[in-house]
């Protein structure tokens, strides 16, 4: 049984920093597990060799295997409620085209030509989206995963 104890830190610069180490090696360790653990690795395996390979002690190990675990699992029950929501995206866009198309709607801010050339772009990217996801639930894959902060995110979407 784990143990963990909450504390309020205020670090000098010189603790700050090994603090900012210690959680940048976690990321990594993470990470690592991860890649490991799609690549088809045992989890045994890994909690054996990452202590040496990161050198931190057997708990940040077995920590970061399991949320490396936690992260695949979540993202193989969530792909069902995603593929689900991307045709109710894609559904909802082609109401709104029909919509224009007859004339029971019209645009606020820009012509109807416009318009419908900009949802037609989006209900292909959500086709696309939906294809993607309903090729990783048949090939009993995840969708990529990005780890890091904002920045990554953003290169990722771009």
């Not at 993470?30 to 890994?46: M, P």
Request: proline share 3%; hydrophobic share 30%.
């Amino acid at each position: 049984m784990k143990t963990v104890r909450m504390i309020k830190l205020h670090p000098n610069t010189e603790e700050k920093k090994h603090l900012d180490d210690l959680m940048r090696v976690f990321s990594s360790m993470k990470r690592y597990a991860f890649n490991r653990l799609l690549e088809g690795q045992s989890v045994g395996y890994l909690n054996k060799t990452m202590p040496a390979k990161f050198k931190v002690n057997k708990r940040y190990a077995e920590d970061a295997v399991l949320l490396a675990q936690s992260i695949i699992t979540s993202q193989q029950e969530l792909l069902p409620q995603r593929i689900e929501d991307t045709e109710a995206k894609i559904q909802k866009t082609e109401r709104k085209i029909h919509d224009y198309q007859t004339g029971r709607k019209t645009p606020k801010v820009v012509d109807l030509e416009t318009c419908l050339k900009g949802l037609g772009k989006r209900a292909e990217k959500l086709q696309a989206k939906l294809y993607d996801l309903q090729q990783h639930q048949e090939n009993s894959t995840i969708p990529t995963v990005i780890f890091g902060g904002r920045k990554n995110f953003i290169e990722r979407r771009k």
